[in-house]
């Protein structure tokens, strides 16, 4: 199989039919999340074009083996080159991340490719209790990745790191319950422990997680960070993709493998849009392509 992003097909899309040189930015996710990376990136870039797949139909991504996000991974990547000529990918996931950054990369090259890392670096130098709280998915947790991520940063033992998954967090932002009640009841279950340990500081180590920062804030209280890494990976991006950022017109193309109208539903209220927008539903073939329903 070649590795050369094919040209976008012509009149494909609103962002299909594009020069090369004017191809947009292709972002994937297990969900919705990634949008909250998508929210940052149209702030710092908004003549960019960005295509964008969220794999609702297999969230959550977290408890599934490293092998299955892989295959999973470049299912998603191949559909934005190969199908929308995307000049280059950002992995809006941290599990996809942990599991699959490198074979994405390889199944992509040369196409250049933006991961994620969990704010642990930004962390470790703002706490001043020297205890962390880090917020992620079972995946993301015990990858081999994450535990490099936190020995480069225990600064001889200064910084603490407490880890916990949040089982049911992706699924309440999957399903657009991200205030009220129950929600801070499901986000006090986990964050409340940390802080009676003593961390003065969270990291959201899953793009899911920012869409819930309201109610996460609110349990914390005042003197409690609560760092993510949407806006750096915008800014790693808009140094990776410069070149090419002003050329476009600013569109997003939203698909999804769950359901069309909840997912929309979820992403206006993400990005903070005026309506409702378009999404299209994609489906999973045999081979781990995917295609338009
Ligand atoms: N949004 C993803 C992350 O950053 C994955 C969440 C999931 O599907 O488990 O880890």
């Known amino acids: 199989m070649?590795?050369?992003?094919?040209?976008?097909?012509?009149?494909?899309?609103?962002?299909?039919?594009a020069t090369p040189a004017a191809a947009p930015l292709g972002v994937f996710d297990s969900g919705l999340g990634g949008l909250t990376v998508v929210r940052e990136m149209r702030r710092l870039l908004p003549a960019e074009r960005f295509v964008y797949v969220g794999d609702?139909?297999?969230a959550p991504y977290g408890p599934r083996s490293?092998?299955?996000?892989?295959s999973l991974s470049v299912g998603q990547s191949r559909f934005l080159l190969d199908r929308h000529g995307?000049?280059?990918?950002v992995i809006a996931c941290n599990t996809a991340t942990a599991a699959a950054a490198e074979t994405v990369r390889a199944a992509v090259s040369p196409a250049p490719v933006v991961a994620m890392e969990p704010a642990v670096k930004p962390a470790a130098a703002a706490t001043r209790t020297g205890t962390v709280g880090v917020l992620a998915t079972v995946g993301t947790l015990s990858s081999a990745r994450f535990a490099a991520l936190l020995a480069r940063h225990e600064d001889g033992g200064r910084v603490r790191f407490l880890t916990t998954s949040c089982p049911g967090w992706v699924e309440a932002v999957e399903e657009g319950r991200t205030s009220g009640p129950d929600a801070f009841a499901l986000v006090e279950r986990f964050v409340r422990p940390l802080l009676e340990q003593g961390a003065d500081t969270l990291v959201l180590g899953c793009t899911h997680f920012p869409a819930l920062r309201p109610v996460i804030a609110d349990v914390a209280g005042r003197g409690v960070a609560v760092l993510d890494v949407?806006?750096?990976v915008?800014?790693?991006?808009?140094?990776?993709?410069?070149?090419?950022?002003?050329?476009?017109n600013g569109g997003l193309l939203?698909?999804?493998?769950?359901?069309?109208?909840l997912f929309a539903c979820g992403a206006r209220a993400i990005l903070g849009l005026?309506?409702?927008?378009?999404?299209?539903r994609l489906v999973w073939g045999p081979n781990g392509t995917l295609s338009e329903d």
């Open 86 to 89: 995307c000049r280059g990918l």
């Open 230 to 232: 949407g806006e750096a």
């Open 274 to 280: 005026p309506e409702t927008p378009p999404v299209r």
């Open 2 to 17: 070649s590795t050369r992003p094919p040209k976008a097909r012509e009149g494909a899309s609103p962002v299909g039919g």
């Open 234 to 248: 915008a800014r790693r991006a808009s140094e990776v993709f410069t070149p090419l950022a002003s050329e476009g």
């Open 66 to 70: 490293p092998e299955e996000i892989r």
């Open 56 to 58: 609702s139909g297999r």
């Open 254 to 261: 939203l698909y999804t493998t769950g359901d069309p109208a």
